[in-house]
């Protein structure tokens, strides 16, 4: 099944500014999902990517607080934007596993904004 | 639209006795449900899917489509089994994992 590299794996973040987080899957996927999971709460998707397309983001999420880029098929990037506190959340991504057996994900990004 | 509500935040039981970890899904499709685990300091791991129908780690959960449930059980609780669960459905034309808010198992000696 396909492993996941994410990083990194936690910051603290001014207010203000923007933190890229990277996904790297040894394996060729088609999609890419990018989930967050604020404090206490469930995770959340925010979009799915697709190599060589504008990501497709769930209903309160936009591009310009979130761009993703999918310039391969084993990489994607999430980038969070003029972060302010309210940010502050564990962002994942994750995989379909081969033969549609569910989905993986990475160990996760602990983003503090302060 | 879809919903996934996992009733409880925190199970707490001995060593030994029966689990029952609750989900209820809503949804008008066909669902696909799954279960998974996040144990202390790990990531968030599939555990089992109801499509395959398995028992896993001594873990079952059947789906009960006429009271839309999916609840997780297992017979005898261990220690290592102490750990975060989250039920999902999977919709948005198969795609789109939605997930429960999670209920915290507390294996106590």
């Known amino acids: 099944s396909a492993v996941i590299s994410q990083k990194p794996s936690r910051d603290i973040c001014q207010r203000g500014t923007s933190l890229t987080i990277q996904c790297q899957v040894d394996s060729q996927v088609t999609m890419m999902f990018w989930y967050r999971q604020q404090p206490g709460q469930s995770l959340t998707l925010i979009a799915t990517a697709n190599q060589g397309s504008e990501a497709t983001y769930e209903s309160g999420f936009v591009i310009d607080k979130f761009p993703i880029s999918r310039p391969n098929l084993t990489f994607s990037t999430l980038t969070v934007s003029n972060m302010s506190p309210e940010d502050s959340s564990i962002y994942l991504c994750?995989?379909?596993?081969?033969?549609?057996?569910?989905?993986?994900f990475g160990s996760g990004t602990r983003l503090t904004v302060v | 639209a879809q919903r996934v509500t996992q009733p409880e935040k925190l199970l707490s039981v001995f060593k030994g006795a029966p689990v029952e970890l609750k989900c209820n899904y809503s949804?008008?499709?066909?669902?696909?449900l799954f279960w998974y685990v996040q144990y202390s300091r790990q990531r968030l791991q599939l555990l089992l899917r109801h499509i395959s129908r398995e028992s896993i780690k001594g873990f079952t959960a059947d789906l009960n489509k006429g009271e839309t449930s999916f609840h997780l059980k297992k017979p005898f609780a261990q220690e290592e089994d102490s750990a975060m669960y989250y039920c999902?459905?999977?919709?948005?034309?198969?795609?789109?994992?939605?997930f429960g808010t999670g209920t915290q198992l507390k294996v106590e000696l």
């Open positions: 999902a459905l999977l919709t948005g034309g198969g795609n789109k994992l939605t």
């Open positions: 994750s995989v379909e596993l081969e033969g549609g057996h569910g989905y993986t």
């Open positions: 949804y008008s499709g066909s669902p696909e």
